[in-house]
């Protein structure tokens, strides 16, 4: 009795995946059914539940318009969905990573954002819905990566945006937080104490935080890894009664000119929210809705060339009449081209046609500087002439060391030459007197 129990249970759970139910369903379907099983027979139906279905059901959630949502994706919420560790007992601590994206496109809603810091933290989704969301439902695919098995799961979280009657609140303020990354801030815990510190400055009826942006999105430089440093978050709440006094002390004067000169300011009430939470009081931001303008811009007529908004492009007809390119290729290439030509031929004429010659140089030029230039070019020859039939012997640092066939040159005079007397002019060959320089002799002896 029991295996036909369990073979007709198998064939219900086939054909109620087959027929697209989730995990949940099928579940609380047979719950429902077959109250009567005994406890061995439930384990058994669980088992092969688990065996047959790995992927989650659709989640809702009902995040209202203008109020921050957050939205923690939990790692022990996947890790069922992965083999467990070869050795049985050892604690599961694999690296998943989530991957989000708007059902049907690569990337999420402009309005929501996600971070997870490492593949061992949990990933947060979160952002502020607006009204024109109210109403359709956002299909998030949320799916998971394990990194030791390289595994997927995935389910689908739906995101069905409420409106709210008192949308927007009129009084936002937007505080920067030096000490806190957003992952930090977005924390139930870490909100609900700042929103209190805010509750007990403001004293508001209702109190809501609007969003949270991290202070690198909004132009924020990563801080040095040294002393603990964070980015910084932007909290951004709303009321509905008039700002504090202490939150108005940033706007005297005295304040503004000490954060113009990167001073703190003095408030009040600081203290109460120092204990935790480093807020920049001069980047504080006071919006209050019900006085801010709205500026409507008239679009300009458009004019000639300007498509309409509603209507197709009409492209030109084909009966278009060909273009004859002759004239333009003669104004382009053939004119210059004959120009260039024209000053060529004058250029050579001028330079090669045009020249004088010797003959009516030595014409035009007076007779007396003929004959000094003939006397100077007879002068210069004889000189030359004279230079080459001396007797004497060029000096040996003007002769060459090498030949041109890499051979050393032997010299003019043996080594037994004295050179020491030969003269270095010419004009000293006719000195009959010579000063000898006397030289030493041996100690105690000078001969004259």
Known sequence: MDTAVVVVWLSMVFIVHVSGFTHNDVIGRNIHVQPNLGLKQRTAIQDVVTILSRSHADRNVYPSAGVLFVHVLEREHFKGEFPPYP?????????????????????????LRYIQRTSHSDGVLYGSPTAEHVGKATIIEITAYNRRTFETARHNLVINIMSTEDYPLPYQAEFFIKNMNVEEMLASEVLGDFLGAVKNVWQPERLNAINITSALD??????????????????MVGADVQFSSCLREVENPHNQLRCSQEMEPVISCDKKFRAQFDIDWCKINLVDITKVVTIHSNRPDPGTGVLPDIGEYNPPS???????????????LAVPSAVAMVLFT??????????????????????????????????????????????????LSTLPVFSQSGEVVPPIHPDNYETTSMPLMQTQTNLQNQIQIPQQQPSGKWYS
């Open 87 to 111: 050795k049985p007992g050892d604690s599961s601590n694999d690296p998943i990573t989530f991957n989000t994206n708007l059902m049907g496109y690569p990337d999420r809603p402009g309005w």
């Open 218 to 235: 909004r132009g924020g430089r990563v801080p040095l890894p040294i002393n603990n440093l964070k980015e910084g978050v932007y909290v």
């Open 318 to 332: 084909e009966s278009l009449k060909s273009r004859d390119f002759f004239a333009d290729f003669l104004i382009t």
């Open 346 to 395: 004058i250029l050579g004429y001028s330079m090669c046609c045009r020249r004088e010659g010797v003959d009516k140089r030595n014409m035009q030029t007076p007779d007396i500087q003929l004959v000094h230039h003939s006397s100077i070019q007879k002068s210069t020859k004889e000189l030359r002439s004279m230079s080459k039939n001396r007797e004497i012997s060029w000096p």
